[in-house]
């Protein structure tokens, strides 16, 4: 059973205390999809409850540190080489349907770099998290990313574009050519698990475009620690900046790379 480090078990009990709130929402939202007023609201407040759980909490044990929060945006502190990335509920959509894979996810950037991450599915109570250096880990089992070399035998994951988002413009030929050359294409509409899932070997590699920096945070080092690979979908390493997200086992990178990008090619 690996240590968790104290700022592990900071993050970890924040994310357990505002579970537990969203838990009990999810058991009331399918009873209010037959209501006129729907659950669209019941999930927001939801959300912003989870959030403001996980301030208080991180806040009490790290007073000086930043926030960049989904909901909240910025909120400085003292200390500006640390800053909590949080998404209280990644996997709205799912949540308000009553689909049970949702997370929260928080990730700890240091010195403008991902140092630690957190993520939490408290439905099937696996606590994905890692801290550079140490590796990574699900509940108190090691995390490594799958040994799949060839493509055919690979599971990809992705995020379809959706209303609301600006689509991207060869998204179709992509989607179209990574399931014709793989074992199968997966959107589950969480990229925090998404990540998570490439991690734990569960998914050989996912990508999508355009995502906030809170949906990934905590993920980017969740993988590199399980000895995965992420950067953009065109090889570039500003994931941060531009949301565009390719992640792997490693083995698989270029291949999947190389695939997206001729299918881009033939999109245009
Ligand atoms: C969304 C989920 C989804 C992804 C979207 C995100 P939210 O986050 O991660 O899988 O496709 O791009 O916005 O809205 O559920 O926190
Ligand atoms: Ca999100
Ligand atoms: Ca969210």
Redesign the pocket.
Known sequence: MPRRSPLITVMANAAYKAAKGLVRDFGEVEQLQVSRKGPADFVSSADHKAEATLVEDLRRSRPKFCFLL?EGGVIEGEDSSNRWII?P???????LHGIPH?AISIGLERDSKMYAGVIYDPLRDELFWAETGIGAFINSKRLRVSSRRNMGDAVIAT??P?KG?ASHPEYSEMLDTVSGETSGVRR?????L?LAYVAAGRFDGFW?F???P??IAAGLVILREAGGLVTEVDGGDQMMKSGDVLASNGVLHNPLRELLAKAADSGK
């Open positions: 989904e998404d509920l990644d996997g709205t959509t799912n949540f949702f995020g379809m959706f988002r589950f509409g969480s990229a925090a998404d999508e355009a995502l906030s809170w949906d």
